[in-house]
């Protein structure tokens, strides 16, 4: 190694052979921009210093300034200040709950792309909230302008306000055409003639005129009421001649789909035939983004409807009757069918919305044209966006339940677990939970016998990643590569960490 000759106190010579090029005497050119660096205190120059070997190419070293007093403190006040803008800026927002999580905004992570110029009292950022028809995006706004102009030294503020891309809660199991859209809500009555349809394109167009990107899929193969309900300018589906995917039609800015614009009329088929034209027709759409997918359910709980509960998570249900017995005997049906698969928890709805029966809301569905649309501020239309605003706060609702209803606290090497509609939360080994796989790779399906034996799970064990499954499980992916399904109710069985049992 060549060993630079000793500067004065103000030169710092490279001393490492590796920086030096194999020629001896100098470094490439090329490494020397690697150790330039501007610094609040500091400047550096390359300054050529003679080696004590014979050689007579000159060797390198940095040379450095000591910054004055008096910029190391401006820049420093500088740093302070901004810090302390940023600071006085979020704090005030902070004061900005969300109704629906009960958490301040910044905490709910919508305040995006924050700016401060605070030399001209200038601030602009962005409110991310969770859908494009939050209810009250504009009292947000309001509000947000207000904290913010309240501050001394602000001038000046620009507020612009977003959504989060559309994204479901069950990206890992969802066919490709459905990766991007955000809700997936049913339309349910099981009990034909009640005004189910009407219902759900009311509905549809309702979300549709709060600002959310919608898309209606009419399962009723046997009787579609779509094609009557509105008034497409095209009312065929077409196909993407590439991927053979279906591409929907539109009417007034909502995506449609439904058997009736196939160009077949009603089905004459057999039940496997239904589901399988109904699975197709929902999973090789191509739906794009959305923020709600409302499904208008055939009526009924056979078959055609387990299908496409199961072929799709629906993040939601809305439950149509009408006052009779007999109506709400099928519907009494239709929730326990909606509660068995982990769609609504119990036969006890907390939100009941009255409709007027009127010749209008009819007469408008059988011209083509919903009446939220013909009558935007009539009653009906009032009643429909009450309805809106529940099932968007809803939905906001059961996404941050799922989405933190089991995760991975590394700092205490556990899994916690809070399940929707339970205020008790409580840890669990990782190791423990791996051991008590169910699936087929851990189980002899047949005689029962424990294929996954104690000792092949490592005490160590962590997951690499936790994903919602459904209202009902999570899956975990483990560092072996498998992917393990633990359902909420197997969850709840495991023995838990308490006290001193924590593995860290």
Known sequence: MEILSAPSSRFLPFENSKLQSKQPGIAPPEKWLQFLSATSSSSSLLTPLRSSSSSSKPSFCFTTRAASATEVAASES?????????SDVLNALSQIIDPDFGKDIVSCGFVKDLEIDEGQGKVSFRLELTTPACPIK????????????????????????????AKPMYAGVLPPGLQTVSNIVAVSSCKGGVGKSTVAVNLAYTLAGMGARVGIFDADVYGPSLPTMVSPENRLLMMNPENRSIIPTEYMGVKLVSYGFAGQGRAIMRGPMVSGVINQLLTTTEWGELDYLII?????????????CQVVPLTAAVIVTTPQKLSFIDVAKGVRMFSKLKIVEKLGIPHLFDLPIRPTLSAHGDNGMPEVVAD???????????????L???????RQRVSTAVTYDTSMKAIKVKLPNSEEEFLLHPATVRRNDRSAQSVDEWTGEQKLLYSDVPEDIEPVDIRPLGNYAVEITWPDGFNQIA?????QEMERLVGDTFPF
């Open 78 to 86: 500088s740093a302070e200040l901004s810090s302390s803008a940023e």
């Open 138 to 165: 504009d009292l947000f706004e309001q509000q947000a302008n207000e904290v913010v102009a309240g501050l001394p030294w602000v001038k000046n503020v620009s507020v612009t306000m977003s959504a989060q891309p």
């Open 296 to 308: 208008d359910m055939p009526p009924g709980t056979g078959d055609i409807q387990i299908t496409l």
């Open 376 to 390: 935007p501020l009539g009653e009906v239309a009032k009643t429909f966006q009450d309805l809106g605003v529940c």
């Open 392 to 398: 968007v706060q809803q939905c906001a609702k059961i």
């Open 487 to 491: 359902p909420y109710d197997q969850l």
